[in-house]
Nanobody, 122 residues
C-alpha cells in the first residue's frame, strides 16, 4: 500500500551528473529518515546518503563532496544530486523511507523502492 517511485537513473559519462528522485505515496504516517542505497553486482547494498526529518545528512567518504541529498516534505519526495560521477558509482540505486504506520503511531516500518540503474561509462 506504500509505493516509492524512483526516477532519474540512466547512462552518463564520467564527470557527468544525474539527479535521482523518489516520491512516496500510499498509506503511511509520518516520514522520519529518507535515504539512498546502492548495490553493484556481487557486492552488498551500501548506504549512499541519508537525511533525517530534522535535516541532518550523512554520507560515506566515497561520495562525500560529490553527492547531495535533499527532501521536500510537502511532496514526500527525496532527491539525490550526483556530480562528478565515476565508473565506481555504477550500481542500482534504491530509495529508502522509514516512516510510522499512521500519523498517531510511533511504530516504524522500512519501505524500499524497486531501484533505478545508474551507469557511468564512456
Amino acid at each position: 500500500q506504500v509505493q516509492l517511485v524512483e526516477s532519474g537513473g540512466g547512462l552518463v559519462q564520467p564527470g557527468g551528473s544525474l539527479r535521482l528522485s523518489c516520491a512516496a505515496s500510499g498509506s503511511f504516517g509520518s516520514i522520519n529518515t529518507m535515504g539512498w542505497y546502492r548495490q553493484a553486482p556481487g557486492k552488498q547494498r551500501d548506504l549512499v546518503a541519508s537525511i533525517t526529518s530534522g535535516g541532518t545528512t550523512d554520507y560515506p567518504d566515497s561520495v562525500k563532496g560529490r553527492f547531495t541529498i535533499s527532501r521536500d516534505n510537502a511532496k514526500n519526495t527525496v532527491y539525490l544530486q550526483m556530480n562528478s560521477l565515476k565508473p565506481e558509482d555504477t550500481a542500482v540505486y534504491y530509495c529508502h523511507v522509514r516512516a510510522t504506520v499512521v500519523v498517531t503511531s510511533r511504530l516504524l516500518r522500512n519501505y524500499w523502492g524497486q531501484g533505478t540503474q545508474v551507469t557511468v561509462s564512456s
